[in-house]
């Protein structure tokens, strides 16, 4: 089921980047993520799966507090990235966000410009002293997101003209223009066809070079094509987590079995 | 009362067509059944549809030729009758109209006194202007009469009854014969195979259609009775004067200035300051509701902000110059007793007044038309935001409100042809007079509240004084149709944007 051999050497030796303690999630009075406990690498994908509803989007969206969005969302226990409680009262969420990227299920372009798109993150941080620092920021966002020659002869031109494909990378580059260290993907490519979707997850891949990916996904197919490590979710319990082969080939739980059999959907 | 016997029988004949239609109804559906032998699977429709069809054909082609025939009557029957009245019958000053306005009173009176029992229909039928003080006997039945009725009217009037009652006959007869011929068709074509269901389908595809054009019509018609006026306006004033001069004093020597500028520029100068208070304010309370407020207080705030909507604005206009002129007076004017201690202003009524009182009566159209807009945005592009680590502001300033902002020009436009088009608040909190001045302290006029002086005057209809109204009206018009125009095409555009 793996064809990259390559990736699965340099996993090992990275560093925890995000560990979750005991992590419950309330909606009101709805439970929906219940006593999850995991370690995600650096410079690693690990793919979130599991049937529809179990959890994976809200314990996703616990990493960069994008949860505090949600009035009735409650989060309890402990996220830390690289030891620091992302939950701790003296970090600031907004400077939360700009160091763990996201990039949602589906591709929401700014009606802007593309360049403005890359642009907005680090404008808002300002990262760059001058137009062209600024300029030199996107084009590289751009290039590492795959999209910098199709763009950019129209890099004035509304990213909202793009096609579904190109504003998914168009919003990768958005994310990875603010320098994150954790790449967070909400089902990236669920809106893209199938050309689209492999220029994405070949994207993912490169991207592992840098950053911690962390990826939504409910297609197993993908999630073993893209991670090296793999967490199972199920009616909010984390059910099994390990390397992405083992979950695959010899799962321990069987309701892991079951779903990648395709008996729990 | 008079009108007793007129409506009467026109509205039993209705309820007449509608019992057949409702019998129509039934037949037809149970005759759908039988012809089904019972199982409604085997009918081509649903058996309502045939009662519906059926219901259709009674009552629709009779109702239609109902209404053509009440229109069309009275005008057979008065020009029949107008031929009766000798030119000579109508005394200096008068009008073959107002004669003929006499004859129908009179006309009305002897049925009204009929129904009254005061004379039998034969004493009705003889009467004679030799031997009855027709008048003083119609005023005992509660109809006064203006003046003594001749032999000529009475004649009219009483050709006028009798027409008017054949006519009634006819149209009874007429109708209650549609009604029965539409059901017999319809009962005639219910068979198992009658495509009962298509018909109703087209017949309601004809409703809807009939209304749509209902709507263009009226505005059409409205436009030409304008454009007619005005062009007679035109015909006796130079359209140089009235597009280009610079004063507006009419007066009855015939030789009135009657330039739109002044006017115009009174309506610009307010509906400015009224957008410069509504937008703001109507703008910031939308973002707040639509951004921050939670559900209750969403719950709580928006039906108050739109229950101010729904003031009349005249309880505006007096808010104007009961609380806010008198109150600008004290802050600008009043010289050492005032706040300000300067001495600006001298009359309640002046532009500022007016605009300040009319943006407030704006700030919910903005505001919830604004709300609408900016809730249109999706969620996804302010989470796109926050997930790049905008705080909440900024997402509204960068992404938000620009998204919105095309939408959101539009109900500001939406909202200027609505200042632009204000009578009310004019009339009282900004004055009367037309001047051309940059001071918002002054008092000045607009378009619209000039168009209800002209009107409401006692001069002549044909006089320019008065036709300018239409040519202002048409203006007025031509000005808020092209507003709302570039408001639609705008709010359209930014509509498809997320589609
Ligand atoms: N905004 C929300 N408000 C209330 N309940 C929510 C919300 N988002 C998700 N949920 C609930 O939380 C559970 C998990 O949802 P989610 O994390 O979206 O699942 P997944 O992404 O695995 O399909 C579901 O039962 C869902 O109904
Ligand atoms: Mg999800």
Redesign the pocket.
Known sequence: MKDNVISEMDVTTDKIKISANNVQVY??E?Q?IKDVSVEIQDKTVTAFI??????????LRCINRMNDT?D??RVQGDIMIDGEDIYDSNVDPVQLRAKVGMVFQKPNPFPKSIYDNVAYGPRIHGLSRNKAELDDIVERALKRAAIWNEVKDRLNAPGTGLSGGQQQRLCIARAIATEPEVLLM?EPCSALDPIATAQVEELIDELRQNYAVVI?THSMQQAARVSQKTAF?HL?NLVEYGETDKIFTAPEDPRTESYITGRIG | MGNFLNVAPTTLLVIVVLILTALAFFMARNRAMAAASGDARKLHSLPNYYGYNAAMMTAIPALFVLAIWLFVQPMLIQNSVISLIPQAAVSEGSSVNLVMSDVRRVANGLTTAVDAGALTADAARDISTANTDIRSLLAESGVALGSEVTAEVLNAAQRYRSMQATGQWLMTAAICAISLIGLFIAMRATTATFRARNLVERFMLALLMIAASLAILTTVGIVFSMLFESINFFSLHPWQDFFLGDKWSPNFRGDSDLSILPLLWGTIYISIIALLVAVPIGLFAAIYLSEYANSKVRAVAKPLLEILAGIPTIVYGLFALLTVGPFLVDLFGRGENGILGVDWMSGATSVLTAGLVMGIMLIPFVSSLSDDIINAVPQSMRDGSFGLGATHSETIRQVVIPAALPGIVGAILLAASRAIGETMIVVLGAGAIARISANPLEAMTTITTRIVSQLTGDTDFASPETLVAFALGLTLFVLTLGLNVVALYIVRKYREQYE
């Open positions: 909606y009101g709805n929906a599991g049937p529809s509803g179990c959890g994976k989007s809200t314990f949600i009735i969302c909400d939504v979710f909010g």
